[in-house]
Nanobody, 120 residues
Framework: QVQLVESGGGLVQPGGSLRLSCVAS????????MGWYRQAPGKQRELVAV???????GYADSVKGRFTISRDNAKNTVLLQMNSLKPEDTAIYYC??????????????WGQGTQVTVSS
């Protein structure tokens, strides 16, 4: 089975920075696209950033210029560097990865989420 574990969330002041990390582990053959989603209370989950296996990136308009997604394929890790944080960035951030397991199954996997709170 596959597990995704996020870390790096916390409380930060507006204008501050955080770096989120997500590590995939388990019976993994290949990891394709990886991404970060977020969900604020009472709102739908939204895509924040995505990165393909070829390191092509995409961002939600609301975070362009402030967030940077990257990956380390050797470590099965995706990072989200968040700068110039705003209160509206407050949400639970979830890691997502499209993974083929060692027995040939390919599916999307989700982490449990990490809380990011931006407040003064």
């Amino acid at each position: 089975q596959v597990q995704l574990v996020e870390s790096g969330g916390g409380l930060v002041q507006p204008g501050g920075s955080l770096r989120l990390s997500c590590v995939a582990s388990g019976s993994i053959r290949s990891i394709y696209a990886m991404g970060w989603y977020r969900q604020a209370p009472g709102k739908q989950r939204e895509l924040v950033a995505v990165i393909t296996s070829g390191s092509t990136t995409g961002y939600a308009d609301s975070v362009k210029g402030r967030f940077t997604i990257s990956r380390d394929n050797a470590k099965n890790t995706v990072l989200l560097q968040m700068n110039s944080l705003k209160p509206e960035d407050t949400a639970i951030y979830y890691c997502n990865a499209n993974i083929r397991t060692n027995i040939g199954l390919r599916d999307d996997y989700w982490g449990q989420g990490t809380q990011v709170t931006v407040s003064s």
